[in-house]
């Protein structure tokens, strides 16, 4: 199974191109939103992200060096790729509608903070975990992940770790 796994990273990016060569859009492992000068990002998966790309454009219409990166592919984990995505943030949020039962993080923050020690890379890394119950999560909240992200990038360290976006009575 670990052998499939590693052979599928190469599947997926040949059958991506081919995709991209057929009908012009681009997939991959994720998908980076004006992330290439971006000094804070949210990274997160599925639905979630359109929203977020509303939040970054109106980030950027204020002068704000936000960025998303959308994880299209989880298993095999592209963890390489996605701390070189990352290597050059100042802060970075990483968006979960999953709580994980192990009492630490949710799963995808894990992940890609093994990836980024896995890398070399030190950066602030705060986890939020929304949709629990099937709650909304919708502009105001990420324009609240995206504040507390510059204030991260400014102080270099995140002021709460775990976070939860629009649990019932925080309202």
């Not at 995808?108 to 896995?118: K, M, N, P, Q, V």
């Not at 950066?123 to 502009?139: E, Q």
């Not at 507390?148 to 270099?156: I, N, R, V, Y």
């Amino acid at each position: 199974m670990s052998a499939a796994m590693e052979r599928a990273s190469e599947v997926i990016l040949d059958v991506a191109a081919e995709f991209n060569k057929r009908f012009g859009r681009e997939y991959g492992f994720f998908e980076k939103y004006k992330m290439d000068d971006a000094q804070i990002a949210i990274a997160a998966i599925g639905s979630v992200c359109g929203t977020a790309k509303v939040a970054v454009d109106e980030l950027r219409s204020r002068g704000v060096k936000a960025g998303l990166l959308k994880v299209r592919v989880y298993r095999p984990f592209p963890w390489k790729e996605l701390a070189a995505a990352f290597k050059n943030l100042k802060a970075l949020a990483v968006l979960d509608r999953c709580d994980s039962s192990s009492g630490y993080a949710s799963p995808l923050f894990t992940d890609i903070t093994s990836a980024l020690f896995s890398a070399g890379i030190k950066l602030p890394v705060s986890d939020y975990i929304y949709g629990l119950g099937g709650r909304d999560i919708n502009f105001e909240h990420i324009n609240k992940v995206y504040s507390d992200l510059l204030e991260t990038s400014k102080t270099g360290r995140t002021a709460k770790l775990f976070n939860y976006l629009n649990l019932r009575g925080d309202e």
